[in-house]
């Protein structure tokens, strides 16, 4: 079961688009940065804290797989799936739909690692972090 579930809206920019009217394949990736930073501070870990606390989070992998096209003005929900607790690494799922639809039109994974600022090394996920994701999984409206 996951450990925490977020969906974040979104509407499809001019700028966002190609000039077929098609959101350009790197666009993508900006959205699941939205829908994870958002997820997180649903969890009650806004990034910054993890910056005051001298962890960051950079991607250390990244993958997505486009089985249809959002359009300009369309309206997209970008689900953040963590199936996992965070270790060393956060695996994060993703999936973007049009609002109200069931077609799965972009879904990708991302990995980042906790690096500590100061030494430049990965580091096992801090206690803030931990902690808030205990509290996502005790709580059902935050998993699937």
Do not use: Q
Not at 90 to 111: F, P
Request: proline share 6%; net charge neutral; glycine share 4%.
């Amino acid at each position: 079961m996951p450990v925490l579930r977020y969906v974040h809206r979104h509407r499809v920019r001019y700028r966002e688009c190609d000039p077929m009217g098609v959101v350009y394949h790197a666009h993508y990736l900006d959205w699941f940065e939205a829908a994870r930073t958002e997820a997180l501070r649903s969890a009650g870990l806004p990034y910054a804290n993890l910056e005051a606390a001298g962890v960051v989070m950079p991607v250390v992998e990244a993958a997505l797989k486009y089985h249809g096209s959002a359009r300009y003005d369309d309206v997209v929900d970008v689900e953040a799936l963590f199936p996992e607790m965070p270790r060393v690494r956060a695996v994060v799922d993703y999936a973007v739909r049009r609002t109200g639809e069931s077609a799965v039109l972009v879904s990708g994974r991302v990995v980042l690692c906790f690096l500590d600022v100061t030494r430049g090394r990965p580091v096992a996920a801090p206690a803030l972090v931990v902690e808030a994701f205990e509290r996502a999984a005790r709580d059902p409206s935050r998993a699937v």
